[in-house]
């Protein structure tokens, strides 16, 4: 299998203008997460789905953020309006009920909002 | 609220020389501890969960074990290629409760 795949690899953006973030997930892994990295706060989860459903989204910050996943097989972080303080890596991560607790990442998606 | 500090934040090592990363936690109920290695530019990639107090799992050079409040990750005769930021994290019991909390990491530099 290929893993998490995630895209793009790195965005730069002005700020104010839209960002869309893409996953894939490991196929037959039905928990997909969105995190978010930076050197102040580390890794933090935005947003979990279970079959396509999300479930816990206390993570997200604000309005601005928003996810979906309209598939097993494809998920979006979108920030609208995006902002300098959004700058950060974005990870997705990946993992099946019967190993629930095992999260597989991809290799994140680093934003640069100008 | 599920805590996780990490000690210390960076730590430089000769090849050879064996040292110890901390993980102190507080977490309601604990389901699992997780260690996870990050090299730069990439994702984190899971190297252990532990489950109970006295539990300990072995991967070449690495040993994790657990107790009530915190865990730690030996490292013996550490080679280059070890470094990396090791990540800790903590999965509460409860249902529906799969999210992980992560400490922010220890930076660990083998020197040759």
């Known amino acids: 299998d290929a893993g998490v795949i995630q895209s793009p690899r790195h965005e730069v953006t002005e700020m104010g203008q839209e960002v869309t973030l893409r996953c894939k997930p490991i196929s037959g892994h039905d928990y997909l997460f969105w995190y978010r990295q930076t050197m102040m706060r580390g890794l933090e989860l935005l947003i979990y789905?279970?079959?396509?459903?999300?479930?816990?989204d206390s993570g997200m910050p604000e309005d601005r953020f928003s996810a979906k996943m309209p598939n097993a097989s494809f998920s979006t972080l979108k920030i609208q309006p995006s902002e300098p303080r959004d700058s950060a890596v974005y990870f997705c991560?990946?993992?099946?009920?019967?190993?629930?607790?095992?999260?597989?990442f991809g290799a994140g998606t680093r934003l640069s909002v100008l | 609220e599920d805590q996780v500090t990490q000690s210390p934040e960076a730590l430089r090592l000769q090849e050879g020389e064996s040292s110890s990363l901390n993980c102190s936690y507080t977490?309601?109920?604990?389901?699992?501890l997780f260690w996870y290695r990050q090299d730069p530019g990439k994702g984190p990639e899971f190297l252990f969960t532990?489950?109970?107090a006295g539990e300990e799992k072995e991967k070449e050079r690495l040993k994790a074990t657990l107790t009530k409040k915190e865990s730690f990750l030996h490292i013996t005769a550490p080679k280059p290629e070890d470094s990396a930021t090791y990540l800790c994290?903590?999965?509460?019991?409860?249902?529906?409760?799969?999210?992980?909390?992560f400490g922010k990491g220890t930076k660990l530099s083998v020197i040759p």
């Open positions: 789905f279970n079959n396509n459903v999300p479930i816990d």
């Open positions: 532990l489950y109970s």
């Open positions: 991560a990946s993992s099946t009920p019967r190993t629930v607790r095992i999260q597989y």
């Open positions: 994290a903590v999965q509460a019991s409860g249902a529906g409760s799969y999210q992980l909390t």
């Open positions: 977490v309601s109920g604990l389901r699992g």
